[in-house]
């Protein structure tokens, strides 16, 4: 029987990729997810996260690019969230 298996997809599209594009991805997706919330403070936390994330996935062997948008995010994110209201 014919049994469909998500693995082998999800393998060939990680192989094509590095580890930083699947984690910008999933910064793009959680923006456009926590859009919906209204709470800077969210979207701030989000990015905060994703600036730690991206700072540490050059020691793994991701370009330097991400490096430099995990330092833009851990600086622009902390100003938003201070701005942020209640």
Do not use: C, Q
């Not at 730690?52 to 851990?74: D, E, K, N, R």
């Amino acid at each position: 029987m014919f049994e469909f298996v998500p693995l082998p997809l999800v393998d060939d599209f990680l192989l094509k990729i590095n580890v930083g594009d699947a984690i910008f991805a999933l910064f793009a997706v959680s923006l456009v997810a926590s859009i919906p919330l209204k709470s800077r403070k969210v979207l701030s936390l989000n990015s905060i996260l994703f600036g730690i994330l991206f700072l540490l996935i050059v020691s793994m062997g991701a370009p330097a690019t991400y490096a430099y948008l995990g330092v833009v995010l851990l600086v622009i994110a902390p100003l938003l969230y201070t701005t942020a209201g209640r």
